[in-house]
């Protein structure tokens, strides 16, 4: 399975806050890992953080399913980035937390679908990869 990240920033201005510094650290060190055993499998999960900003809000909290593409065998999913959360110090352990919830939830899709999905592996990569599993942070 190959883990992705990224967000959508309706207001330029968001580039420098701190939810975006935190994401792009965690994607560098997603990055890192690309050429992990584990991320040479599929299914693939994209996870994309909506930002509040500028005139548009994410019409939901928390996270949902956007979709799912057989051909690639890829699920989408988005995040509904808490405003508290654009300038936190604690905006990298909301990103860790929201992918560990992601991997839950494609848990869930792809068992249903009785597709194979290694989440308790993928769960230990991500903890690795940060130094420490994360707390939720709600």
Request: net charge negative.
């Amino acid at each position: 399975m190959t883990l992705s990240v990224g967000a959508c920033l309706p207001d330029a201005q968001l580039d420098a806050s701190s939810f975006c510094t935190a994401l792009t650290s965690v994607a560098i060190e997603l990055h890192q890992f690309r050429q992990h055993p584990l991320q040479l499998n599929k299914p693939n999960v994209d996870l994309f953080f909506l930002m509040p900003g500028g005139a548009e809000t994410p019409e939901f909290e928390g996270m949902r399913f956007h979709s799912f593409d057989a051909k690639s065998n890829t699920l989408k999913i988005e995040s509904a980035v808490p405003k508290q959360m654009v300038q936190s110090s604690r905006a990298k352990h909301y990103v860790v937390a929201a992918m560990q919830d992601a991997i839950d939830g494609a848990y869930d899709f792809f068992s249903g679908q009785q597709v194979e999905f290694l989440r308790d592996e993928y769960l230990q990569l991500i903890a690795i990869m940060n130094g420490k599993p994360s707390a939720a942070i709600h």
